[in-house]
């Protein structure tokens, strides 16, 4: 199947929480984490997220940095990647700050949820993209082929860890990002970047290290998911 390079880019607690019990926006991260964030998602034609990410940020991270923009020119990009919410169900806020930010904003829903969605009578997203299974949830191998075709090469995916258990289940993600924060958030209500029911251990991803670096207190992680 044809379809984008994509790599998960996640900041995550030394006990593996992607944000705390309340599954409030996860604002650990430091300043280097945030450039390296920006960075990665300044290499990318888009950038994929889950409702409940965009729910609890209501924004999503534009590339300001200068030189993130001027490669980007250099390589005859558009100054912002396409931003891709998921949501089967359609069911989003129109008057979430994303909205008003400046990038190409596309749904990836199921005709269902783009229904609900459209019935709100807001324009929102400049392209609506459906992958429908007979459960009415997204079929992500249908999705991705439609990106390809629609010269979405690379793809940054950002969270949560139920979009990302999915698409690991479709052997979908190629690189992951990891950065390790100092701290602790415990809880089993608390999200990791792995949601879903999980694998039995002799169904287990095996990744391997590409590179690590440090930064303060900060471990940046780098793995490519071995096929």
Known sequence: MK???????????????????????????????????????????GVLFGA??????????????????QWRHQQNKPPQPVHL??????????NWRFFEQSFPR?????????????SKNFQGFDRILRGDEEDNSIN???????????????LAILGGGELVASLLEDQLI?????????????????????EGLGFLSQQAQELELLSFHQVEGEFFLHYRLHR
Request: aromatic share 8%; glycine share 6%; with cysteine.
């Open 106 to 118: 596309w749904l990836v829903t199921t005709s269902t949820g783009a229904k609900v969605w459209q």
């Open 174 to 194: 190629d690189e992951f990002y990891l950065t390790l924060c100092p701290l602790i958030l415990g809880g089993k209500d608390a999200p990791t970047p792995v």
């Open 52 to 69: 409940g990410t965009l729910r609890a940020y209501q924004t999503s991270l534009l590339i300001c940095n200068p030189d993130f923009l």
């Open 3 to 45: 379809r984008p390079h994509t790599i998960l880019i996640l900041a995550m607690t030394a006990d593996g929480k992607i944000a705390d019990r309340s599954r409030s926006a996860a604002r650990f991260g430091s300043a280097a984490d945030k450039i390296h964030l920006e960075k990665q998602i300044s290499l990318v034609d």
């Open 85 to 94: 919410v998921c949501s089967a169900s359609g069911n989003l806020d129109p």
């Open 140 to 154: 992500w191998c249908t999705v991705f082929e439609q990106l390809i075709s629609l010269n979405i090469q690379t």
